[in-house]
């Protein structure tokens, strides 16, 4: 088991639960008309970060789990 990998990846998760709670939780989504569709941009490029981050994370994890 490879502990840095591992402590990479709950470094990982950890930064996930952060950007939740500063770009997502209690915010209001702002919309933008791009090209006749409004979208709530903020929710996509938040949700985008936490997403990335979670899933590095585990992918950190399983890897230092097996190397």
Do not use: C, H
Request: proline residues 1%; aromatic residues 20%; positive net charge.
């Amino acid at each position: 088991m490879n502990w840095e990998l591992f402590f990479y990846g709950i470094f990982s998760l950890a930064i996930a639960y952060l950007f939740y709670r500063i770009f997502v939780k209690g915010k209001d989504p702002y919309y933008e008309d791009m090209g006749g569709k409004i979208l709530k941009i903020s929710y996509i490029k938040s949700w985008g970060l936490v997403i990335t981050a979670i899933i590095t994370g585990i992918l950190l994890i399983f890897q230092s789990i097996s190397a």
